[in-house]
C-alpha cells in the first residue's frame, strides 16, 4: 500500500512538472523569449507531452491520451523539419566563420535569411565605412583588414579583424558618433539598415542574436577605450 502511494505520488510529481514545461513554454513564446520554428521550443512541447502521457499510467484517460501522443508526434516532425531544412542549408566557409564569430547560436535558416539580405565587399585602403554625424545606412561585419574611427578629424580607436561596425546607432536611426575608414584593403559583409531593422522586428531568433553580437561588441569596443584613456593619462603623467 505505501509503494503504491509513493508510486502514484511519481506519477503526480511527473505529470506537474508536464504542466510546468507547457505553461513555461507558452510563456515563452507569447512574451517573446522563443521563437515557435525552433529546437527549443519544440523540444518543450515533446517533454511536456511525454511527462504527461506518463502520468496517466496511474489513472489513464483515452482522451488525454490521444493528446498527448499527437502532440509528441507533432513535436517530433517539427524538429525533423528543423534539422531537413538545415541540412538543405549550404555555407561558404566565409559565411561560417561570420557566423561562428558573431552569431553562433543563430540556426543554419535564419542565418541563410540574414546574409541573403546582404553583400560581401572588397574596399581598398580609405574607403569610407560610416561618416560622423550622418545616419549610418549599413551594418558592417569587418571580415579582413582593418579600420579607424575618428572623431573631428582626431583618431579614437580602432576596428580590428572580426568586428561589428556600426552596431551602437543602426538599430535607432541616430547619427554616427564616429566616421570609420579602412586602413588597410579589407573585406567585409555589409547589410543596409533598413533590412536590419525589419529582420530584428519580424525574427525572434535573429533578434536575440543581434542583441547578443551588438552587446559583446559594444563592450569590447568600451573596455578598448578605456585601456586607450589610462594609456594616454599615464604617458600624460609621466611627461
Request: hydrophobic fraction near 40%; glycine fraction near 6%.
Given at each position: 500500500?505505501?509503494?503504491?502511494?509513493?508510486?502514484?505520488?511519481?506519477?503526480?510529481?511527473?505529470?506537474?512538472?508536464?504542466?510546468?514545461?507547457?505553461?513555461?513554454?507558452?510563456?515563452?513564446?507569447?512574451l517573446g523569449l522563443v521563437a515557435g520554428q525552433?529546437?527549443?521550443?519544440?523540444?518543450?512541447?515533446l517533454a511536456a507531452a511525454s511527462c504527461v502521457l506518463f502520468s496517466l499510467m496511474a489513472d489513464f484517460n483515452l482522451s488525454s491520451a490521444l493528446i498527448q501522443t499527437f502532440w509528441i508526434a507533432l513535436s517530433v516532425v517539427g524538429i525533423s523539419r528543423l534539422r531537413w531544412i538545415a541540412a538543405k542549408v549550404k555555407l561558404t566557409t566565409e559565411e561560417a566563420d561570420f557566423l561562428q564569430n558573431k552569431f553562433p547560436a543563430l540556426s543554419k535558416s535564419a542565418a541563410r535569411k540574414f546574409l541573403d539580405s546582404g553583400c560581401w565587399v572588397d574596399a581598398p585602403a580609405g574607403?569610407?565605412?560610416?561618416?560622423?554625424?550622418?545616419?549610418?545606412?549599413?551594418?558592417?561585419?569587418?571580415?579582413?583588414?582593418?579600420?579607424?574611427?575618428?572623431?573631428?578629424?582626431?583618431?579614437?580607436?580602432?576596428?580590428?579583424?572580426?568586428?561589428l561596425i556600426g552596431e551602437v546607432t543602426c538599430l535607432t536611426g541616430a547619427p554616427?558618433?564616429?566616421?570609420?575608414?579602412?586602413?588597410?584593403?579589407?573585406?567585409?559583409?555589409?547589410?543596409?539598415?533598413?533590412?536590419?531593422?525589419?529582420?530584428?522586428?519580424?525574427?525572434?531568433?535573429?533578434r536575440s542574436a543581434l542583441d547578443?553580437?551588438?552587446?559583446?561588441?559594444?563592450?569590447?569596443?568600451?573596455?578598448?577605450?578605456?585601456?586607450?584613456?589610462?594609456?594616454?593619462?599615464?604617458?600624460h603623467a609621466a611627461e
Open positions: 500500500m505505501e509503494l503504491h502511494f509513493y508510486d502514484d505520488t511519481l506519477y503526480a510529481a511527473i505529470g506537474l512538472l508536464g504542466v510546468v514545461l507547457y505553461v513555461s513554454a507558452y510563456a515563452a513564446l507569447q525552433t529546437y527549443r521550443y519544440s523540444a518543450l512541447n574607403d569610407k565605412l560610416i561618416i560622423e554625424d550622418q545616419p549610418v545606412t549599413e551594418l558592417v561585419y569587418l571580415a579582413k583588414g582593418e579600420a579607424e574611427a575618428s572623431f573631428k578629424g582626431k583618431r579614437v580607436g580602432v576596428c580590428p579583424k572580426g568586428a554616427a558618433t564616429a566616421s570609420i575608414t579602412t586602413t588597410t584593403p579589407s573585406r567585409y559583409f555589409c547589410i543596409g539598415t533598413g533590412r536590419v531593422r525589419q529582420l530584428y522586428r519580424q525574427n525572434l531568433e535573429i547578443s553580437a551588438f552587446a559583446t561588441d559594444t563592450g569590447l569596443k568600451l573596455r578598448e577605450a578605456n585601456r586607450s584613456i589610462d594609456t594616454c593619462a599615464f604617458e
